[in-house]
């Protein structure tokens, strides 16, 4: 027998967004001393403690700013805030899977907003 869960809602966030909430998450398992701190959570934290660059509210108003941008759609709004690429080659590396390339001046002006917040 097979179960299939049905997505009914879906929401990106950016990876200082999830540091937030896991830290939320963490602080209210320490506070009662007889839950356990499952394996694949202390992973996650470990993870965006170290990738987290940003705080939440400065990575989302980058995503918002760079959703302003003609070439640049949710998904990879957030990836470019999560991994705020420093050149044309880690952000034309960001659009490889897409079915078209930037131009040199609209990879410039992504670049451009991202390094406002670095």
Known sequence: ????????HEDYLTTAEAKE?????????ALDETREMPYNLSRA???VNRFAALDAEESHELVD???????VDEPTAF?????????RDELRAIYAQQRFALSGDELDEILNVVAKYE
Request: glycine fraction near 0%; proline fraction near 3%.
């Open 45 to 47: 934290i470990e993870h």
């Open 1 to 8: 027998m097979t179960i299939f869960k049905e997505k009914l």
């Open 65 to 71: 700013e760079l959703l302003e941008l003609e070439k």
């Open 21 to 29: 909430l896991l830290a939320e998450i963490e602080q209210d398992r």
């Open 79 to 87: 990836k470019i805030a999560d991994l705020l690429p420093k050149d």
